[in-house]
C-alpha cells in the first residue's frame, strides 16, 4: 500500500538573516530539504507531498524531480494547520508520515523501524531522550508506561518541565483515524496554533496503540534555525562521511579536516590530506594519494595516482599511476590516459592526454588530442581560440615541445616531431620534423651599453 510522506518546509526562518528560503540552505552540499525528500522518496511506495508557503514558488521548483505534490500554506499555523491543509490529499486508508525540511540528517533505518510498528491502529511517534530538553514538547507517560500526551514547553507544568524525553515531531500515523483528530484540532493554547501534537492526547483517547521510536543519535532529529545550527550539523555530517570513509579502507590525515558536499567514493588504501574538497561525484580507486588542499569535483580518478597539493580537478577522468600537480587545474573534459603527468600550474580543458605524456610546468594545453610519450616543455600554450570559435590541437606520439612554444590551433605535429624552444607553430608538422617558427637571433659585437643621463 502506498504511504503518504508529508514534509513541512513553509517556513520563514527569519533567524536564518537570509533571502534563500531556510529549507534551500545546504548541508554537505544537497539543501535540506532536497536531503529529506532524498531518504523520503527511498522508502517503499512513497507518495510525497511538499507543504510550501514562504518563497514556496523557488522551493518547488528545486524540488520539482521528486515529483511531489506540492500543498501551499501561505500563513502557517502550525504543524496542526500544515496537516489540515495537506489532508484533502491522503489516502483514505494506510498511513502518513510527517517528516520537516529543516530537520536534514535523518535516516532511512529509522523511518524503516517506524514504518515496520505500523498498523492500522498503532501510530508510531520518534522521541528523543535530552539532557537539556527545554524548548522541546515532553512526552508524557502514564503508571504503565504508556504515552498518553505531548505537551508543548509553554503549556507545561512543573512536573511535565522536568521530562527528558521530547517529541522529534516526526510521527507515523493511520489516516482513518488521522482524518478525524485533524478535523478536531483547535488552537486554544500558549501560541494560538493548531498543534499536531495534540493528536496524541487523542489516540490515547480512542484507544489506538502509541509506540515510540528513537534515532540513533540527536543530530539525526536535529533542526535548523539559524546558521549557528546549520553549521553544527555541517560538521556532523563531514564526520559522519569520514568516518565511512575510513571504514572503507581509506587513510585521513585529520578527519575533521574534509569536506564532501557531494559523493565520494574510495579503493583501498587511499591517503587524503587536510582540507580536501569533494563534489559532485567522485570515484577514487587504490592506492590514490591525495595532497593538501586539493578540490575534486565530477571526477574519476585511476589506480595509484598521485595528487599532489592545491590541485583542482573539475569533470575529468584520470587514469592509473597519473601524477598530477602540485597547482594543478584540471578543467572539464580532461582525459589523462595512464601514466600521464600534469605538473605545477599547468591548466588543461577539454584535452585528452595519451599514456605516459608530460605536461610538466607552466603550459595551458586546451582543446586538444594528445597522443603517448609526448613532451611538453615549460610554457607551452595551445592557441585554441580566434576571438569566436575553438580550435582542435593534434599531438601525435612521441612529439616532444619546446620551452615556450605557442601552437595555434587548428594544428597537426605529426609522431615524432620537435617544436624548437620559443616557436610559434602555425603550420603543421610532418613526421620527425623539426619545426623552428621564431625570429632569428642577432648578435652584434662591441655594442655600447647605454648610459643614465
Not at 18 to 44: E, I, Y
Not at 267 to 285: A, M
Not at 415 to 437: C, F, P
Request: aromatic residues 4%; contains cysteine; hydrophobic residues 40%.
Amino acid at each position: 500500500m502506498t504511504q503518504d510522506i508529508v514534509i513541512l518546509a513553509a517556513g520563514k526562518g527569519s533567524r536564518m538573516k537570509s533571502k534563500l528560503p531556510k529549507v534551500l540552505h545546504a548541508v554537505g552540499g544537497m539543501s535540506m530539504v532536497r536531503r529529506v525528500l532524498t531518504v523520503a522518496s527511498g522508502l517503499p511506495n512513497a507518495a510525497l507531498h511538499l507543504i510550501v508557503g514562504h518563497q514556496g514558488e523557488q522551493v518547488a521548483e528545486k524540488c520539482q524531480d521528486f515529483s511531489a505534490n506540492i500543498v501551499w500554506q501561505n500563513d502557517p499555523q502550525g504543524t496542526g494547520d500544515a496537516l489540515k491543509r495537506v489532508a484533502p490529499h491522503l489516502q483514505e486508508n494506510g498511513s502518513t508520515l510527517t517528516l520537516y525540511g529543516d530537520v536534514p540528517l535523518i535516516q532511512a533505518d529509522t523511518l524503516e523501524k517506524m514504518t515496520a510498528l505500523s498498523t492500522p491502529n498503532t501510530l508510531v511517534l520518534l522521541t528523543v531522550t535530552l539532557d537539556n530538553p527545554t524548548g522541546y514538547g515532553r512526552i508524557v507517560r502514564n503508571a504503565d508506561n504508556q504515552v498518553t500526551a505531548i505537551v508543548e514547553q509553554k503549556d507545561a507544568n512543573d512536573e511535565e518541565l522536568k521530562i527528558q524525553e521530547v517529541n522529534t515531531g516526526i510521527l507515523l500515523a493511520p489516516n482513518a483515524h488521522l482524518q478525524t483528530w485533524l478535523a478536531a484540532l483547535t488552537n486554544n493554547n500558549a501560541q494560538q496554533e493548531y498543534y499536531l501534537t495534540d493528536i496524541i492526547a487523542m489516540a490515547a483517547r480512542d484507544g489506538v496503540e502509541i509506540v515510540t521510536v528513537q534515532p540513533g543519535s540527536e543530530a539525526e532529529v536535529s533542526g535548523v534555525n539559524d546558521r549557528l545550527q546549520l553549521a553544527a550539523l555541517e560538521r556532523v555530517l563531514q564526520r559522519q562521511q569520514a568516518d565511512d570513509l575510513m571504514r572503507n579502507g581509506a587513510t585521513l590525515l585529520d578527519p575533521s579536516r574534509i569536506d564532501v558536499r557531494g559523493e565520494l567514493q574510495t579503493g583501498q588504501d587511499v591517503v587524503i590530506d587536510i582540507n580536501c574538497v569533494f563534489e559532485g561525484k567522485v570515484v577514487i580507486g587504490d592506492d590514490v594519494e591525495i595532497g593538501p588542499n586539493c578540490h575534486l569535483n565530477n571526477c574519476t580518478i585511476g589506480n595509484g595516482t598521485i595528487i599532489k597539493s592545491n590541485t583542482l580537478i573539475d569533470d575529468s577522468q584520470v587514469g592509473e599511476n597519473c601524477d598530477i600537480g602540485p597547482f594543478a587545474r584540471l578543467r572539464p573534459g580532461t582525459q589523462l590516459a595512464n601514466k600521464a603527468k600534469i605538473g605545477n600550474f599547468v591548466e588543461t580543458k577539454r584535452a585528452i592526454i595519451g599514456t605516459g605524456s608530460k605536461v610538466n610546468h607552466l603550459s595551458y594545453i586546451g582543446d586538444t588530442q594528445m597522443g603517448a610519450g609526448v613532451n611538453v616543455g615549460a610554457g607551452t600554450i595551445t592557441c585554441n581560440y580566434d576571438g569566436v570559435n575553438k580550435h582542435q590541437t593534434q599531438v601525435a606520439d612521441n612529439v616532444f615541445i619546446g620551452s615556450n612554444s605557442a601552437l595555434v590551433a587548428p594544428v597537426n605535429i605529426a609522431a615524432g616531431a620537435t617544436i624548437a624552444a620559443g616557436s610559434t607553430i602555425t603550420k603543421n608538422v610532418t613526421e620527425n620534423q623539426l619545426a623552428v617558427g621564431r625570429a632569428r637571433q642577432t648578435t652584434k659585437d662591441n655594442w655600447p651599453k647605454p648610459t643614465k643621463k
